[in-house]
């Protein structure tokens, strides 16, 4: 089973900041927070991923509290194609990635 | 840089049929693995091949196999297909861990089986 919760869709104006959040409590030391997404019909997408600081690359900015227990993906300014559906998975590095049911993002015009 | 591809793009086959699934990694990647998604369902993983060799495997039955060529390629082979096996099939690739600290996974654009 996944080891995140995750709401299971969003609304975001275009050009906002959209803010998906992630619960993953049971999360141990050697796991890391991946982030992908699967826009429809394609295959999932990597966006970024952390153990415990802060990152940031060219897509999206991912925040993870300070006990690792939750982290929140930010896509800064979004638009039409990010609408798509988001999956927050926890793992240790080289292990299989177990999906869970993910965010449906909608961006609205 | 070439991406992960898969073929074919799209299936047709008839229950109890066999059926073999290619996939080429992305340059300079070494691992392979390969997902089941399910029509509204989250990619389920199948198994994962490095160095030629099964190294995971989830919960699927034993008509599920694959293999993996020298060059990194993969199939992945399903017999006596059923009504269920009617998904798309993600294929994977990564570089192996003592490579990258990473370790994040590219997915191909999948193929379409339909069983009838």
């Known amino acids: 089973d996944a080891k995140t919760t995750q709401p299971p869709s969003m609304d975001c104006a275009e050009g906002r900041a959209a803010n998906l959040p992630c619960n993953h409590s049971t999360i141990s030391g050697n796991e890391y927070v991946y982030w992908y997404r699967q826009i429809h019909s394609q295959g999932p997408q990597y966006i970024i991923h952390g153990l415990k600081n802060n990152e940031t690359n060219e897509m999206a900015s991912l925040i993870i509290t300070e006990d690792r227990k939750s982290s929140t993906l930010i896509l800064p300014h979004a638009t039409l194609r990010d609408t798509a559906v988001y999956y927050c998975?926890?793992?240790?590095?080289?292990?299989?990635?177990?999906f869970g049911k993910g965010t449906r993002l909608h961006i609205l015009p | 840089d070439a991406g992960v591809t898969q073929s074919p793009t799209h299936l047709i086959k008839t229950r109890g049929q066999q059926v073999t699934l290619r996939c080429s990694p992305k340059?300079?990647?070494?691992?392979v693995s390969w997902y089941q998604q399910a029509l509204g369902q989250g990619p389920q993983f199948i198994f994962q091949y490095y160095e030629e060799e099964e190294r995971q495997r989830g919960n699927f039955p034993d008509r599920f196999s694959g293999h993996q060529f020298p060059n990194y390629s993969s199939e992945l082979n399903v017999n006596a297909l059923l009504l269920g096996d009617s998904a798309l099939y993600l294929c994977a690739s990564s570089l192996a861990l003592r490579f990258s600290s990473s370790y994040e996974q590219y997915f191909g654009p999948g193929t379409r089986l339909t069983v009838t």
């Open positions: 998975i926890v793992r240790v590095a080289d292990d299989k990635i177990i």
């Open positions: 340059s300079g990647h070494d691992t």
